[in-house]
């Protein structure tokens, strides 16, 4: 049976690939350290399980409205006042199934074939897929590692032509852990406010993993605050990666066209965990200092641990879960007399002589690179640079 051509030009999720090839060795007893994963290995506030609970025997069992409950919409609303000094109407805000929905969502309504979305490097890895799935056309910008993998203004007007329809800035970044400056945001709007047809989509999931130095959004700016979407959600700031919990806010008609593509697709999101998230946004938040304390401590030895490696190169992360880190100095030699070409295959060599699950930067744009997450323990973090180093001698 024949299969569209539109799923046939999607790539496979590089990062669920390589956490499956984990999941494979485990399974015939291998022991496997996974830094693959996107998600904290911490559990869930009590008092959000607490919330999901009491939604349970209240019967809070029936479909939902489609953009969210409307205590949601106005904790998520109040979220953006408190956190960000956004405002936004109830009726601007939209919730879905996870942050990842929220951007397929937002996708398929703003681009269509012959359009150009502009994409820095390294980039999420869906961002090249979900603009191929609306059939437009990816324009990459090549992130520098000496600025910290952050476009220049420069480089982002140089790149706008009648075709652009999009620009994703993805701040706190997956892989690279950068973040931009307010200063540094503003320049960005500075250019974009020139091209109102231009829609800003801000991916700012990891807004509350920031380390060093502070979170900024683009949409504070007045002038470009209409053309931005910011996507964000309850995944990693509360542990919540299960739970399928992702909002966005934008201009009414963006909003508007949102609703109507998720009434079509999955309607309103689970019940039970609308209700946890109310008590995410609105409860006690002390969790999330907590949780970041132990991140620093794994960071920093992660960066130690990576420093210590003859020939890697990386900076140090100011936010995320992630080490993204250049191997180059590697990636190039052989083992066993086959050459490693490409990150991919540094990464699967990781993987099976090592078995230190990682995942190639090429997935990423930036094919020096391995990205490497530190939401393990520290054992396994200890262990992981253990078998590393040893295994890196094997090559030649």
Not at 154 to 179: D, M, R, Y
Not at 190 to 205: G, N
Not at 272 to 297: F, P, T
Request: glycine share 6%; with cysteine; hydrophobic share 40%.
């Amino acid at each position: 049976m024949r299969l569209s051509s539109r799923i046939n030009n999607v790539a496979e999720s590089q990062t669920l690939a390589m956490s499956q090839k984990s999941a494979e060795l485990k399974e015939k007893g291998i022991d496997v350290v996974n830094l693959t994963v996107g998600q904290p290995d911490f559990f869930t506030p009590d008092n959000v399980k607490a919330a999901a609970k009491k939604a349970i025997d209240e019967n809070f069992s029936f479909y939902s409205p489609v953009p969210g409950y409307k205590d949601l919409i106005k904790a998520v609303q109040a979220k953006f006042k408190r956190e960000n000094n956004l405002e936004y109407a109830e009726n601007q805000i939209v919730v879905s199934t996870g942050a990842k929905q929220c951007l397929a969502n937002v996708f398929q309504v703003l681009f269509q074939q012959g359009d150009e979305v502009i994409i820095p490097t390294p980039y999420w890895v869906s961002y090249i897929e979900l603009a191929h799935l609306c059939e437009a056309t990816p324009v990459i910008i090549e992130g520098k590692a000496e600025n910290y993998y952050k476009i220049t203004p420069e480089q982002l007007e140089a790149a706008i032509t009648e075709k652009t329809h999009g620009f994703v800035l993805n701040a706190p970044s997956n892989p690279s852990g950068s973040i931009y400056t307010k200063e540094e945001l503003q320049a960005l709007a500075q250019v974009l406010k020139k091209y109102p047809e231009v829609a800003i989509i801000s991916d700012e999931i990891y807004e509350h993993l920031t380390y060093d130095g502070t979170h900024e959004s683009i949409a504070q700016f007045p002038e470009v605050k209409e053309q931005t979407v910011v996507i964000n959600g309850l995944s990693k700031a509360y542990a919540m990666t299960g739970w399928r919990i992702g909002y966005m806010a934008s201009n009414l008609e963006i909003a508007k066209a949102v609703k109507k593509l998720q009434g079509q697709t999955t309607s309103g999101t689970c019940s039970i965990a609308q209700r946890a998230a109310i008590e995410a946004l609105n409860g006690d938040q002390s969790i999330i200092a907590k949780n970041n304390e132990v991140l620093i401590k794994r960071r920093n030895m992660m960066v130690e641990g990576l420093k210590s490696i003859p020939g890697v190169k990386l900076n140090t992360p100011p936010a995320t879960f992630y080490c993204f880190a250049d191997f180059s100095a590697y990636i190039g030699k052989s083992f066993n007399g086959k050459k490693i070409s490409n990150s991919f295959e540094f990464a699967d060599f990781l993987l099976n002589e090592a078995h230190v699950a990682t995942v190639a930067g090429g997935a990423f744009g930036v094919d020096s690179c391995i990205r490497m997450s530190y939401v393990v323990g520290f054992d396994r973090i200890e262990e992981a640079f253990k078998r590393l180093k040893e295994t890196l001698k094997k090559l030649q």
